[in-house]
């Protein structure tokens, strides 16, 4: 059976699924498939992200499930197998990665390397046919981006970026409350993140591999926070890097770096990412009758919100972000619908990110009306 002749069958089961209850679409969270049904997913680089947060997370999915690994580790792929008891025909490496073409078991590849290494990964995985979920930052350059895109396109395949908060409730709140101006317009954003880098994973203070330092890494989190509580995108970037603390350690990227994003109604944000100290991730805005903020704003759970307002709207549960991220894109795949997190938006981000390097490195404002002014999917819910 063809791969497309798979994803159609089990659609057709969505359907009627959806059908039965109302001639709605599916719901993710209302339904689960048959585990024989699930979208199959495979990840690429089993390191600490697949490792503590995302194999777990797929074991608790609706709609797709883990099915496959692609790794250049022979032990680890022997442990993944016996842990979430893969087939051995689902196991691959760097080198035999391209054979995924002739897999019907795997629909999705989960790219979870060094961000410099997203491009390669999912540009094959689109040759090979596959849908495509890629980690933030989506690549390393715009150029890489771009053909990452049109990879995805060619193959008629989606191509959706990692960004995890979008499914998140505290998240939502604050695209719905800074959105709809809840709490009038929205003047200032002021958010942060950042922890003390203790060089465990060496790649990511390596330019090649990463990019960049934590503006690549932590500070995409305020970045893209900003971006979808405001509903706008920046006009110009201003920016400063902080003093290096490890002249070793940071020899390649900044140790920190503050910026401002301008908006076009005068509104402005203000950001610091570090990997020299603990912050515990803020996301706050302030509008013109109230505010409202998250702190803790990005880990995996524990987010906290208030508001000015009594009853405090941002009092929500905590999720787990990863699979109901998945479980979005398997919905978006089975019933043919837009990922509110696509390529496009990776693509925009890289630009912004690279924005605002430009600024730290000239002590310029930076505009940003090069950016491509796409419009965001990121629509309060
Ligand atoms: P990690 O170093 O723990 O894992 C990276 C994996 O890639 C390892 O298994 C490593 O063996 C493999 N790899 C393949 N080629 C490599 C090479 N040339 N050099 C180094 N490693 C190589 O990193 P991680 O924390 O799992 O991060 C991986 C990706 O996931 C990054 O893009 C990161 O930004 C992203 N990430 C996202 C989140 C999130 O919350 N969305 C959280 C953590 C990491």
Request: some cysteine.
């Amino acid at each position: 059976m063809t791969d497309s002749r798979v994803t159609a069958s089990r659609r057709d089961f969505v359907r009627t699924l959806s059908l039965g209850v109302g001639a709605t679409l599916l719901v993710p969270s209302a339904f689960a498939l048959p585990p024989e049904r699930k979208l199959g997913v495979a990840l690429v680089g089993l390191g600490k992200y697949s490792t503590g947060q995302l194999a777990p997370a797929l074991q608790q999915t609706k709609l797709c499930r883990l099915v496959g690994i692609v790794t250049g580790s022979p032990a680890k792929a022997a442990k993944w197998q016996a842990q979430y008891g893969l087939a051995d025909k689902n196991i691959y490496n760097y080198k035999t990665f391209d054979r995924l073409i002739d897999n019907p078991d795997i629909d999705i590849v989960y790219v979870v390397t060094p961000n410099a290494l997203h491009a390669e990964f999912a540009v094959r995985a689109a040759q090979a046919g596959k849908h495509v979920m890629c980690e933030k930052p989506m690549a390393t350059t715009v150029a890489d981006c771009q053909r990452m895109l049109a990879a995805s396109k060619k193959a008629g395949k989606k191509l959706s970026i990692g960004y995890r908060l979008h499914f998140e409730p505290h998240h939502q709140a604050m695209m719905r409350l800074g959105q709809k101006q809840a709490y009038g317009k929205i003047n200032k954003l002021l958010s942060d993140n950042g922890f003390k880098f203790n060089n465990d994973t060496p790649w990511r203070v390596s330019k090649s591999l990463a990019g960049g330092g934590p503006l690549m890494d932590m500070g995409i989190y305020c970045l893209q926070g900003c971006l979808y509580t405001k509903g706008q995108v920046p006009v110009s970037v201003t920016a400063k890097f902080d003093p290096k603390t490890d002249n070793e350690l940071f020899r390649e990227v900044e140790a920190g770096v503050s910026w401002q994003l301008q908006f076009g109604d005068g509104s402005t944000a203000d950001c610091h990412t570090s990997y020299a100290e603990n912050l515990s991730g803020r996301l706050r805005a302030e509008a013109a009758t109230g505010w409202f903020e998250l702190q803790p704003a990005f880990g995996y759970g524990g987010l906290d919100g208030k508001t000015s307002q009594h009853p405090n709207t941002l009092d929500l549960p905590n999720i787990n972000q990863q699979a109901a991220q998945m479980d979005d894109f398997a919905d978006c795949i089975l019933n043919d619908k837009p990922t509110r997190v696509p390529g496009e938006m990776g693509l925009r981000d890289v630009q912004l990110l690279l924005a605002i390097y430009r600024a730290a490195e000239t002590g310029q404002k930076i505009s940003t009306k090069d950016v491509q002014q796409l419009i965001d999917r990121t629509q309060a819910r």
